[in-house]
């Protein structure tokens, strides 16, 4: 199985400032077909998860462009550049490129 | 609006059974691989299983294979997990989650159902 692992697991930030998180696969996450199937979901206190972002860097529909996604093979990172209040909740990077699908154990965000 | 409701959660003894069923609405249901994730209380998420459009490709957790089965009605726009040999760390929030392309974006989940399993 595909382990993804987090860092860091908890993030105080002060409204305004960038965020970072990273995530690490302990193997490539390029497919065959040569897509890289991270996402990127966000669960705020309370709610179901939210899909973000979907093969590393795409947007979801809605999702503001303060939010943003890089990467590549075992190394990825969701960056907000200006955080704000709706964005505290958990942060977790999923990979769907083998079964069985794994999450990683979430990033915590909340207000310094 | 795309919508997926959970139902059919709730407290089972440890060696029962529970059916889990996910009606969807919005969307043509029929072109979309449809999954099941679950939280137990304060931790993280977990894939549980996956099912193709049509039925034809089935995928499970380790943790409950042989214990779960996921099926999908196409003409009801509903999928269900049929939970046996419930265990307490099956103790979980069960979301319904549609499978974007192919089974790689989840991109809508429910609210979730809670099921405990407890004496």
């Known amino acids: 199985d595909i382990v993804m692992t987090q860092t860091p697991l908890s993030s105080p930030v002060i409204l305004g400032q960038p965020a970072s998180i990273s995530c690490r696969s302990s193997q490539s996450l390029v497919h065959s077909d040569g897509n890289t199937y991270l996402s990127w979901l966000q669960q705020r206190p309370g709610q179901p998860p939210r899909l973000l972002i979907y093969?590393?860097?795409n947007r979801f529909s809605g999702v503001p462009d303060r939010f943003s996604g890089s990467g590549a093979g075992t190394d990825f990172t969701l960056k907000i550049s200006r955080v704000e209040g709706e964005d505290v909740g958990v942060y977790y990077c999923m990979q769907a490129t083998q079964f069985p699908f794994t999450f990683g154990p979430g990033t915590k965000v909340d207000i310094k | 609006d795309v919508q997926l409701v959970e139902s059919g959660g709730g407290l089972v003894t440890p060696g029962g059974s529970l059916r889990l069923s996910c009606a969807a609405s919005g969307f043509i249901f029929s072109d979309y691989s449809m999954n099941w994730v679950r939280q137990a209380p304060g931790k993280g998420l977990e894939w549980v299983s996956s099912?193709?459009?049509?039925?034809?490709?089935?995928y499970y957790a380790d943790s409950v294979k042989g214990r779960f089965i996921i099926s999908r009605d196409n003409a009801k726009n509903s999928v269900y997990l049929q939970m046996n040999s419930l265990r307490a760390e099956d103790t979980a929030v069960y979301y319904c989650t549609r499978g974007a392309d192919g089974y790689t974006k989840f991109d809508c989940w429910g609210q979730g159902t809670l099921v405990t399993v407890s004496s």
């Open positions: 099912i193709s459009s049509s039925s034809t490709y089935i």
């Open positions: 093969k590393i860097s």
